[in-house]
């Protein structure tokens, strides 16, 4: 799990916090096989090698996003849950955070299920999508059905302004 504001313990360096599920489901791993392993996920995750004796007071808000991500990864979990993954960042670094996904989507047969409200999020990442609106699921499908689904909210949101920009962004 991948918690929007990444839900790092603030007292413990990146490889540390990336060993927590390590020591919770392995407690038998020796020390220095979950350091290596620590240091692969961080380095899954795009973060340099030196991000794992950081602080996360010490990281960039895409880095803490990234060690977030390196932990989340830690388990080698066949579904990753990611709570709205790029909030908080800019579009330069949440298209680059998207393209990490997606490649890590692929490499590792991973199933990722997210919630965003991130338009070029669900475009660039999404096989498909639930939509949430009238306090229940009016639809799932590819992103590309939506578009042409006949419900208000749904319009509005996939064909609005920024609906069309994420959408020509793909194009």
């Known amino acids: 799990m991948l918690f929007q504001d990444g839900a790092l313990f603030s007292s413990l360096t990146v490889g540390e916090?990336?060993?927590?599920?390590?020591?919770?489901?392995?407690?038998?791993?020796?020390e220095s096989l979950r350091y290596e392993l620590a240091l692969l996920k961080v380095k899954l995750a795009?973060?340099?090698?030196d991000a794992l004796n950081k602080l996360p007071s010490q990281l960039s808000g895409g880095m803490r996003k990234r060690a977030a991500l390196a932990r989340?990864?830690?388990?080698?979990?066949?579904?990753?849950?990611?709570d709205e993954p790029t909030a908080g960042l800019d579009p330069i670094g949440a298209a680059a955070f998207d393209q990490l996904l997606r490649t890590?989507?692929?490499?590792?047969?991973?199933t990722?299920?997210?919630?965003?409200?991130?338009?070029?999020?669900?475009?660039?990442?999404c096989d498909r999508v639930a939509v949430l609106a009238d306090r229940r699921i009016v639809a799932v499908a590819p992103v590309r059905e939506l578009e042409?689904?006949?419900?208000?909210?749904?319009?509005?949101y996939f064909n609005g302004p920024r609906g069309r920009a994420a959408r020509a962004a793909r194009t």
């Open 17 to 30: 916090n990336v060993q927590v599920p390590l020591k919770e489901y392995y407690p038998e791993l020796p």
């Open 46 to 49: 795009g973060l340099p090698a």
């Open 72 to 82: 989340a990864l830690a388990l080698d979990p066949p579904l990753l849950f990611l």
């Open 104 to 110: 890590l989507r692929e490499a590792l047969g991973l």
């Open 112 to 125: 990722v299920f997210l919630i965003t409200h991130d338009l070029d999020t669900l475009y660039a990442i």
């Open 148 to 156: 042409t689904l006949d419900h208000p909210w749904v319009q509005e």
